[in-house]
């Protein structure tokens, strides 16, 4: 129903900035919950924000304040704005999507944070 593909990983130095792109395809972008997870090696994958379809957000406690997620519908894109990175960010970044019990996911973006 839906693909997902991210973009915008790199890396950057300590206190500097990054913005993720997920660009979906499917016909009912609007209505699915979007989320970032990201997965440093040898730990579990772990939620780094959401945003439902009515634009209500959550946040990882590690993340709060420095991280943003938003959607454009029109653009069936989410972003994730990060800002003041720290080291322990560094990992794999990964673009779900979930619309009742359906998740789907991408394949992921590389951030590497550098001290």
């Known amino acids: 129903q839906v693909q997902l593909v991210e973009s915008g990983g790199g890396l950057v130095q300590a206190g500097g900035s990054l913005r993720l792109s997920c660009a979906a395809s499917?016909?009912?972008?609007?209505?699915?919950?979007m989320g970032w997870y990201r997965q440093a090696p040898g730990k579990k994958r772990e939620l780094v924000a959401t945003?439902?379809?009515?634009?209500?957000?959550n946040f990882a406690e590690l993340v709060k304040g420095r991280f943003t997620i938003s959607r454009d519908n029109a653009k069936n894109t989410v972003y994730l704005q990060m800002n003041s990175l720290k080291p322990e960010d560094t990992a794999v970044y990964y673009c779900?999507?979930?619309?009742?019990?359906?998740?789907?996911w991408g394949q992921g973006t590389q951030v590497t944070v550098s001290s």
């Open positions: 779900n999507g979930r619309y009742r019990l359906r998740d789907y």
């Open positions: 499917g016909s009912i972008f609007s209505a699915y919950t």
């Open positions: 945003i439902t379809s009515g634009g209500s957000t």
